[in-house]
């Protein structure tokens, strides 16, 4: 049963209690046309055994996909796929590093061999057999941020044309102390798109660079060397048109206490340079004396996964639209856990999100027709890379100009009703403000991401969409431990650690028949009535001034007046 803290909540529950008690079920009052029973049958099939895991290009594939289109048939879409289909194909390859790499490092007169796994953790994502290249130069390049909007650039016009750009990782003020001009500039301890380590490699590919290394520490990069190294030299990308102009020749990570010894070598204090980076002032560093010389085998294979996309078309402006996403894919087959599964089910991540937005597409089907368009997205290939929705992006089927928003969820909590509702990206478009007043009318709040240096912003399907611009909003459920009614925020906090330390990317995310799935139901239906009130209006939302995002959007305006 549910326990409720004061006499208010109890009175003012009671119907819902009575439903529970009755029914076996329940909806909580506040979850609208979004029914928790139905959610929770979605994930019980998409999650099944029956699907292998749902692995882009993996033997489960054909099954999910047939799945997801029928249930978007079911519900009253029309296909917003290619050619008039319901599927976008997404081209992937799989790059692996050979057992043989040689890296040789010459600094300060002497040549040392960095061992991969060891010192330094290398990948390649261009389609060559092999990667080599003899005493190439290296170029301190701070935090490499050149961000205008926040008045900031470490690169000061240097060439790094056939270099190999050495990064500081996170952004300049996540170790900025009182008293230091960068201090609270980017946020803080919340990272921002330049703390994340894919910008950095994107970055140095812009300028031209032959490679990219970054330093790695465990408090600015948010988890420990274990975590670089458990790809073993593997690694996906999408097929790519020009490869040669989006990624390094090489990129990866170096370890702090290899980078210390270089610098050392160099008669150079790492310290001192991490504190010069912090200034606006900084400008690169020619590491003098210093050059990295590599020879390694790289394979690559392709696989064609599929995104699953159905649309309803606007009554009064089709062009416009609002977009749902989650993503379809999970881990697939994988070493068996003590109970002998191999299964990697993914059912909170993402079956339910999946389930999510199928049941808003039902929501908007029961209402009258929206003036704008929605579109429903499921993602392949988010676990390697948020690649699907890359892929869209840079090949989006509908304008992403007129995109008025997109919505994401990706991982709902399964432990009931909460009081509030957490926000991953908290400070970054005026959709924030708008699903405040939504939680409001479910006599909820709104509490920000408990650990905004985890960057979780950056590390979901939206994000695919926001660094084109559009405005987008994240429902997660590991930004924190929600207000569970029944247990408080304690109860909350132990629902994602016990989730994060035993079941994430395991065989026991798997569906449970313990569930309850009124909180996520609540969740949903926030996302729903954003969606259904932005396209029943003129509004297009926007990002907030201190977003890095911003200047992307503005670029398009034209196409929204």
């Known amino acids: 049963m549910i326990l409720w803290n004061d006499s208010k909540q109890a009175s003012r529950h009671v119907l819902a209690i009575a439903v529970l008690l009755g029914a076996g079920a329940a909806r909580a009052q506040d979850t609208g046309p979004i029914d928790p029973a139905r959610l929770s049958q979605i994930v019980k099939v998409l999650a099944s055994d029956e699907f292998m895991g749902r692995a882009p290009g993996g033997p489960g594939e054909p099954k999910t996909l047939e799945y997801l289109i029928q249930q978007f048939k079911e519900v009253g879409l029309e296909p917003g796929g290619e050619n008039g289909g319901w599927t976008q194909k997404v081209p992937l390859l799989r790059f692996q590093v050979g057992d043989n790499v040689s890296l040789k490092l010459t600094s300060g007169g002497k040549t040392v061999s960095l061992r991969q796994g060891q010192e330094v953790m290398i990948n390649t994502q261009r389609p060559v057999k092999r990667v080599k290249f003899d005493k190439v130069p290296l170029v301190f390049v701070g935090y490499g941020v050149s961000a205008t909007e926040r008045g900031w650039d470490d690169f000061k016009g240097a060439d790094l044309r056939g270099k190999i750009a050495v990064f500081l990782i996170n952004d300049p003020d996540f170790e900025a102390q009182e008293g230091e001009a960068v201090r609270g500039k980017f946020g803080g301890q919340a990272a921002t798109y330049y703390a994340r380590w894919t910008y950095k490699f994107e970055e140095a590919a812009r300028r031209g660079a032959l490679g990219a290394l970054i330093v790695h520490e465990t408090p600015g990069a948010g988890y420990g060397w274990s975590t670089v190294t458990a790809g073993n030299g593997q690694s996906f990308d999408i097929v790519r048109a020009q490869p040669e102009k989006e990624k390094v020749l090489m990129q990866g990570w170096i370890h702090r206490d290899a980078a210390v010894a270089l610098f050392t070598r160099l008669g150079m204090d790492f310290e001192k340079l991490k504190l010069e980076a912090r200034k606006a002032s900084f400008e690169p560093v020619v590491l003098k004396g210093a050059s990295l010389s590599a020879d390694y085998s790289l394979s690559h294979t392709r696989a064609d996964s599929h995104n699953v996309i159905g649309r309803l078309p606007g009554a009064q402006r089709p062009q416009e639209s609002i977009m749902y996403g989650a993503h379809w894919d999970a881990y697939g087959l994988g070493p068996a856990d003590a109970s002998g599964s191999k299964v990697r089910h993914g059912a909170v991540d993402d079956a339910i999100g999946v389930a999510g937005m199928i049941e808003i597409a039902r929501a908007f089907q029961q209402g009258p027709r929206p003036a704008r368009s929605i579109a429903f997205a499921a993602w ?111 109860a909350g906090d132990h629902w994602v650690a016990d989730y994060t330390a035993r079941c994430y990317h395991q065989p026991c995310d798997a569906w449970s028949a313990d569930w309850d799935l009124r909180g996520a139901a609540q969740d949903v239906q926030l996302l729903y009535e954003l969606g259904r009130d932005l396209a029943s209006s003129n509004r297009w939302p926007a990002w907030k001034q201190s977003s890095e995002f911003k200047q992307l959007r503005d670029r398009s305006a034209s196409a929204r007046q």
């Open 380 to 490: 392949t290939a988010e676990e390697p890379g948020l690649l699907g929705s890359e892929y869209y992006g840079s090949h989006p089927l509908q304008p992403l100009e007129t995109m008025v928003a997109n919505l994401t969820m990706d991982v709902l909590q399964t432990a009931g009703p909460s009081r509030d509702v957490v926000l991953v990206g908290h400070g970054q478009n005026e959709l924030e403000d708008a699903l405040a007043k939504a939680a409001a009318r479910q006599g909820r709040t709104v509490t920000p991401d408990a650990k905004p240096e985890r960057g979780l912003f950056y590390r979901a399907d939206h994000f695919s969409l926001a660094r084109r611009g559009v405005p987008v909003l994240l429902m997660m459920g590991l930004g924190g431990g929600h207000d569970l009614v029944k247990g408080g925020r304690e």
